[in-house]
C-alpha cells in the first residue's frame, strides 16, 4: 500500500493531492524459462486535484479498481481475466470488461481469441461527470447531465482486424458551455455513435449520426469517415454537415 504521506518526502515542496494505493495477489514463475502466472487486484484513490491544477477540481474523489489474470508460457501471453472500474465518488464513471482469454504470440505478434465470433471486450460509460472534460477547455467553463454510452470491441479470428463499435448512443445532454460571461452553447445535446476500426496498417474513426440540438430548436446533424494510413502518414477525410434553425 503506498499513501500520499510516505511519497511526500521526496518533493516536499509539490503540491500533492490526497491519494492511496493498494495491490494484492499472487505470482509464480520460472527464472529459468521465463514463464509465470499472476493474479491480483489493484485499486486507488485520488481527491484535492485542485491542488495540481484548479481545473482539476472536478475530478476529486476517484476511486479505481482493477482484477486481472494473466500467464506466459513460452512465447505466448494470455490474458484470462480483465475488469476494471473507475468511480466518482457518487456512482460507477466506466467499467471494462474482459468478455473472453485473449493470447499474443511473442515471436509473431499475433493475437487470439478464444471464441472470435464473439466479443471481446465491454466498454460502459455509466455517469461521465461533464466537470471532468473542464481541463479540456480552460478558457470556458462547462457544465451539463453526466455522459454516457456503451462500446463493445469485436476482433477477426486471424487477430488481424479490431473493431470498436457503438451499443448505445454517447450522450451528453443538458450542455452548457461559457467564456468569459457569455454562453457560447446553451442546454445542449450531443450523440454519436463512433465506431473505430484498427486493420493492418490503417485506423479509421466513422461517425455516421452525429446530432447536436439546443434549447432554442437549432439542429445540427453530420457524419464523418476519418483513414489514417500510419506507413504513408497520410490522413483522408470525408463528412457531411446540416443544419436547421427556428425560424
Not at 521465463?34 to 487486484?41: L, V
Not at 471486450?121 to 451539463?144: F, H, M, S
Not at 464523418?224 to 434553425?245: C, I, N, Q, S, Y
Request: hydrophobic fraction near 45%; aromatic fraction near 4%; glycine fraction near 8%.
Amino acid at each position: 500500500r503506498v499513501r500520499r504521506d510516505q511519497v511526500v518526502v521526496l518533493a516536499p515542496e509539490a503540491a500533492w493531492p490526497e491519494f492511496t494505493a493498494e495491490a494484492k495477489g499472487n505470482f509464480a514463475g520460472s527464472s529459468a524459462t521465463g514463464d509465470f502466472s499472476t493474479t491480483g487486484r489493484v485499486t486507488a484513490g485520488v481527491s484535492e486535484l485542485r491542488k495540481l491544477r484548479p481545473a482539476l477540481a472536478g475530478l476529486d474523489g476517484i476511486t479505481c479498481q482493477l482484477d486481472f489474470a494473466v500467464e506466459r508460457t513460452g512465447a505466448e501471453v494470455k490474458l484470462a481475466t480483465l475488469d476494471a472500474e473507475v468511480n466518482s465518488g457518487r456512482a460507477q464513471v466506466l467499467r471494462i470488461s474482459a468478455l473472453q482469454p485473449a493470447s499474443y504470440r511473442l515471436d509473431t505478434g499475433a493475437v487470439a481469441f478464444a471464441q472470435p465470433e464473439n466479443d471481446l471486450l465491454r466498454i460502459e460509460i455509466a455517469a461521465l461527470p461533464v466537470a471532468w472534460l473542464q481541463p479540456l477547455v480552460a478558457d470556458c467553463t462547462i457544465d451539463g447531465r453526466e455522459i454516457a454510452g456503451s462500446f463493445a470491441v469485436s476482433g477477426a479470428a486471424d487477430g488481424q482486424r479490431v473493431v470498436l463499435r457503438s451499443l448505445q448512443p454517447l450522450v451528453l445532454d443538458a450542455l452548457t458551455v461559457r467564456r468569459a460571461g457569455k454562453t457560447l452553447l446553451d442546454r445542449a445535446r450531443i450523440s454519436l455513435s463512433p465506431r473505430i476500426e484498427h486493420s493492418g496498417i490503417t485506423e479509421r474513426l466513422l461517425v455516421p449520426d452525429l446530432s447536436l440540438t439546443t434549447a432554442a430548436g437549432d439542429r445540427l446533424t453530420g457524419t464523418a469517415d476519418l483513414t489514417f494510413d500510419t506507413a504513408k502518414a497520410t490522413l483522408g477525410f470525408a463528412g457531411t454537415l446540416r443544419g436547421t434553425m427556428p425560424t
